[in-house]
């Protein structure tokens, strides 16, 4: 990335559902549904939503290796998207044990992510 623009943060959970996956999306989620860019395709190259790149930090408690970077990358709408997995995050207790579960733990996963815009 040439020029940074904006520095976007967010938090996402999965309360009863231990996926790592649907806790970044929710933080990347949480980082871009309430900001609107509208001058952004001004300075891109070429006034395009494709020359803009994103790159995306997650914090994530554990399960790193279960992460499916392809569903973190339909979660950014436009641009050309770096995912960064680096420890951080916070494992609490729900405070519901669902019996159902196969793992019957209380787990509640929470991730943090930082998204850098620009081009």
């Given at each position: 990335m040439d020029q940074l623009m904006f520095i976007q943060?967010?938090?996402?959970?999965?309360v009863h559902g231990?996926?790592?996956?649907?806790?970044?999306?929710?933080?990347?989620?949480?980082?871009?549904?309430t900001n609107s860019m509208?001058?952004?395709r001004t300075v891109l190259p070429e006034q395009s939503l494709d020359h803009m790149k994103i790159n995306?930090?997650?914090?994530?408690p554990c399960d790193h290796d279960q992460l499916d970077h392809e569903q973190v990358r339909?979660?950014?709408p436009y641009?050309?998207?770096?995912?960064?997995?680096v420890q951080g995050g916070m494992l609490t207790s729900s405070g519901i044990l669902l019996?159902?579960?196969?793992?019957?733990?209380?787990l509640m996963y929470i991730v943090n992510a930082a998204i850098e815009v620009g081009y």
């Open positions: 943060t967010g938090m996402g959970t999965d231990q996926n790592i996956t649907k806790a970044s999306v929710r933080a990347i989620k949480n980082a871009i549904h509208p001058g952004i995306v930090k997650l914090a994530l339909k979660a950014i641009g050309e998207v770096n995912i960064e997995v019996e159902d579960k196969e793992d019957k733990n209380d």
